[in-house]
């Protein structure tokens, strides 16, 4: 039996984060982790000579003011190595227009716009307005949704008047705001939004969150940004556990929950996990679960048996959705000659494809070669209903009809692949250990975005939610500040009210 104040489930960015945090502010916090590396969707893996990003292989967040700027200053560790992203990625329609290049220059995305949307100015200034309101709020560490008194506190400290006025969106859609606009039979605009909201949001143009869309929209230009990680996303995790072994933070890898109890005589949690082929048991006096909260229905069976309201919620809770990822590598000589790291473009037989392609010398491939990885979304539980043999007919399909896709896209030889594989939601739930292998949060719809989502704050005193289904919702930037929004939900919890980065 291992006695901790704070329990971490989960070695992810949300998990490593709040962990970190946590530590560097004295408390005694123990991180468990059921695979055998820390990162989850944000991790890597290796084949041969190549390194890949197991998810996400874009970063926000890592300019001067940025969440993940300000926590690396706090936890006083240096940021990983990276380099901004111009254009952030290269967004082609398949429509006979020419490509739409994302700029990072605020101008040159201005007149970029003019030139690929003529006419849409007043909905592009619509969502400036709105994201320069949500930075500013954000930047005042408000806590959404709100249970309780201090969380109120948080957000009436954290309103500014634009805020007063941008709140009349909040159960509007981007539809909406191209209604607004006049631009609701603009096709190309609403094909370009729908692939980028997809990618951010889960959901597209008709469900994603005005508020939350019009932030995602802009997240690639000055003064924010999107990075190319120099070495591989798993600097971001390398990063944060110097921080907890720093701090005296205990990591143990290899260790899958079983079941979470709350002795109420003690007072305190238990935690049961399963570490090769023993259990061992954790107490501590405050949990932050980061998994995804659709797992506490195995994790916590018998305090959700008296909670049916909330047992009820985290049933109901729309069904994030899962991805196939085609892992590659090839020559560079053998790739047509490209102008950015990230591609999207449009399939008719597949919907959209995410490209993302190595940097010379960023440790991915060997030198005069590249990794390529493309994902597309996918329904999870497709593939878990399937035989054996019609899983690897269907794996074998994707993988080849990708490939195809590829080729075209980027005049690829067929026999110039020097590697590819196929990973299926199957694949991620070994990896991840989420259920049915779903990556991402939940889709930014008004009904689950800011003031309506699912709260850090559980019923069970001392148990918490964090991560990429928790306010402010997916992607690295996403999911720190939801670890330090519940890292100071715990301190306000032992009467500690006053911090802030």
Known sequence: ????????VGAGIAGLTSAAILSK????????????????????F???????????????????GGIHSKIFDFLDIKIPDATILDPACIVDLKDGSSPIPIWYKKNDWIAEREIQFPGSRKFWELCSYIHQSNWTFANKYPVLPINNFWDFSQLL?????????TGILLKSTVFDLLR????????????????QLKLYSQEDVYNTAALYGSTVLQMCQQPHGLWHMNKSMQSLSEGLEDSLNKTGAHIFFGQEVNSIIFDSQAKFWKVFVKSKNSYLEYQANDIVYTPPPQSLLKHLKDLLSKEQSYKNRLTTLPAPSGALVFYSALKKKHIKRISSNHYQFVSNELGSLFVSISKEGDGRAPKGEITLIASLFTKAKDWFDLEKKEYIEKKKEYLEKISFELES??????????HKELATPLGFKKWTNRPNGIVGGLGQNPDIFGLFGLSSRTPFQGLWLCGDSIYPGEGTAGVSQSALMVSRQILASKGIYNFNL
């Open 1 to 8: 039996m291992i006695k901790t104040e704070v329990l971490v």
């Open 157 to 165: 400290r954290a309103l500014a008047p634009s805020n007063l006025v």
């Open 409 to 418: 896209q980027f005049n690829i030889a067929s026999d110039n692949w020097l």
């Open 25 to 44: 502010l004295g408390f005694s916090v123990t991180l468990i982790e059921s695979h055998t590396q820390s990162g989850g969707c944000a991790g890597t």
């Open 180 to 195: 607004i606009c006049g631009l609701s039979r603009n096709e190309r605009l609403i094909n370009f939004l729908n692939l």
């Open 46 to 64: 290796k084949r041969k000579n190549y390194v890949f990003d197991v998810g996400a292989t874009q970063v926000a967040g890592l300019e001067k």
